[in-house]
């Protein structure tokens, strides 16, 4: 079946960029998410990205998918304390009523 | 954007008790809503998908006759622990696609449910 995997932890210096990584096994995905979520929260999406796209930029984030890998980056330049939380790398298929599936977080940690 | 709102944000009940939680889309329509459940520290896994008018369909594991889902129109769909036991105490999230649209879905803030 499908399955999302990212790396547990990141921790990084207020300013520095962070780069959170996600591989997925599915090659029929089209749709590629980050979510953010904080300490009791619900998800926050961040952004999302098609499967016919490289790249996506909006103001600090960047993502970056190598679909032949079936890779996917966020990149947060200039993380700021208030971007410590769990991110959560999804994706899902492109047909009507297909769910996301989620990878288990990686939790960011930014100390200033 | 697409609002998402789930009620209540948290509940705690008694062992035995049935507890609804309810998952509106607030400004569109949604044929397709999902339900999830985040243990503590741990990813969100997808429990069922409710289809509006028709049946849920669960994922392997879940128990239908435990965790009733019903979405009776376009813009609700609830979920209901019944008999509840402390081993369903967990953070129950929705999301919802507007009908017709393939792209982004949305999700509502969660359901905490403490069962003592």
């Known amino acids: 079946g499908e399955d999302v995997e990212q790396s547990l932890f990141l921790s990084v210096r207020e300013g520095d960029s962070s780069v959170i990584n996600c591989t997925y096994t599915d090659s029929s995905s089209t749709y590629l998410y980050w979510y953010k979520q904080e300490p009791g929260a619900g998800l926050q999406l961040l952004t999302y990205?098609?499967?016919?796209?490289d790249m996506k930029q909006d103001q600090r984030l960047t993502v970056l998918l190598n679909k032949k890998d079936k890779h996917l980056s966020l990149r947060i330049a200039d993380t700021q304390t208030g971007d410590s939380a769990i991110y959560f790398c999804a994706e899902r298929e492109y047909q009507a009523g297909t769910a996301l599936i989620f990878g288990k977080g990686t939790t960011l940690s930014v100390s200033s | 954007g697409a609002v998402v709102s789930q009620h209540p944000s948290w509940v705690i009940c008694k062992s035995g008790t049935s507890v609804k939680i309810e998952c509106r889309s607030l400004d569109f329509q949604a044929t397709t809503m999902f339900w999830y459940r985040q243990f503590p520290k741990q990813s969100l896994m997808l429990m069922a998908t409710?289809?509006?008018?028709?049946?849920?369909?669960?994922e392997q594991g879940v128990e239908k006759d435990k965790f009733l889902i019903n979405h009776a129109s376009l813009t609700l769909s609830t979920l209901t622990v019944t008999s509840a036991h402390p081993e369903d105490s967990s953070f129950y999230i929705c999301?919802?696609?507007?009908?017709?649209?393939?792209?982004?879905?949305?999700f509502g803030e969660g359901s905490r449910l403490t069962v003592l």
């Open positions: 999301s919802a696609r507007e009908s017709g649209n393939t792209g982004e879905l949305f």
């Open positions: 409710s289809n509006e008018g028709s049946k849920a369909t669960y």
């Open positions: 990205i098609f499967s016919n796209m």
